[in-house]
């Protein structure tokens, strides 16, 4: 329960790690309040969760919907001290394919979303020297072959994390993001385009058990730890949880 009386927004809940993040929150005693573009689909994650939690329709390519979630969040509950930056979207795509309606969507949704939810939350995490989980990606420390946006757009998360760390800092907030390798959910469960080098995407995948796949719960973990107090030293950093992939 080291979460206990903390207030946390989770972004991205209805599914995959956003959706373990929210659970394992609730577990570690957080009120939570979580948002996803399928809204019916984090009404159900909430229901399942129980009275911890509070389920909101968002889009975090929409500034408004992101004020509206820190928000409720804020008249719910009297204030917040955790973000967790989930929700994403994967385009694996060969880059002469990647148009600006293709580029547009990654962008809006991984990085300018996470800035959205950052400046909506800010002022609420500077009064109660909150802090910020940002899901970064190992593609937001090395490049991925056959995914331009996806990678900018995670190397973006990075370097905002790190920026809004260091500026935030007097404040007392904590910004850090997880960059995840390969992990099991609905998002690479998709089938990539024939017309990829596939062999060239997987060249480094995880050294532990075997090559296998994280799993989302292995996620909320990290997440947990450095949502917690525990880590009350850690600020700035893009924690690899990847079984070794960026490791060389
Ligand atoms: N699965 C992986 O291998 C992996 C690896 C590294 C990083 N990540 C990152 O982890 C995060 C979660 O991914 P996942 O694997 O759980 O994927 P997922 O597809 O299972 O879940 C993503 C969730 O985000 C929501 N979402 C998408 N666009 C949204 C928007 N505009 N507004 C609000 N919600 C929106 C979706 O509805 C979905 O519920 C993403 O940021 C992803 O880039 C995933």
């Not at 990647?98 to 800035?115: A, E, F, H, Q």
């Not at 935030?168 to 990539?192: D, H, L, W, Y």
């Not at 024939?194 to 997440?223: C, F, Y």
Request: some cysteine; aromatic content about 4%.
């Amino acid at each position: 329960m080291r979460l206990e009386g903390k207030i946390a927004v989770v972004t991205g809940a209805a599914s995959g790690i956003g959706l373990a993040v929210a659970k394992r929150l609730a577990a570690e005693g957080a009120k939570i309040i979580i948002g996803d573009r399928n809204a019916d689909g984090v009404e159900e994650v909430a229901a399942a969760i129980g009275q911890a939690a509070t389920a909101i329709a968002l889009d975090v390519a929409d500034e408004n919907s992101c004020k509206a979630i820190v928000d409720r969040a804020v008249s719910l509950h009297g204030g917040l001290d955790i973000l967790c930056n989930i929700a994403g979207v994967l385009d694996f795509g060969r880059f002469a394919e990647v148009d600006r309606t293709r580029w547009d969507r990654v962008i809006s949704v991984n990085l300018t979303g996470v800035y959205h939810m950052c400046h909506a939350a800010m002022p609420h995490l500077i009064e109660r020297r909150g802090n910020i989980v940002n899901m970064a990606s190992a593609a937001g420390l090395v490049g991925v072959p056959y995914n331009s946006a996806y990678t900018a757009s995670k190397h973006g998360v990075v370097g905002l994390t790190r920026a809004l760390a260091l500026e935030f800092s007097k404040e007392g907030v904590r910004v850090n993001a997880i960059c995840p390798g390969g992990v099991n959910t609905p998002m690479v469960q998709q089938a990539p385009p024939e017309n990829i080098d596939w062999q060239m995407v997987m060249r480094s995948a995880s050294w532990l058990d075997g090559g296998a796949m994280a799993m989302p719960e292995d996620i909320a973990d990290s997440v947990a730890f450095l949502a917690s107090a525990e880590a009350k030293r850690i600020t700035g950093v893009a924690l690899s949880v990847d079984g070794g992939q960026t490791a060389g």
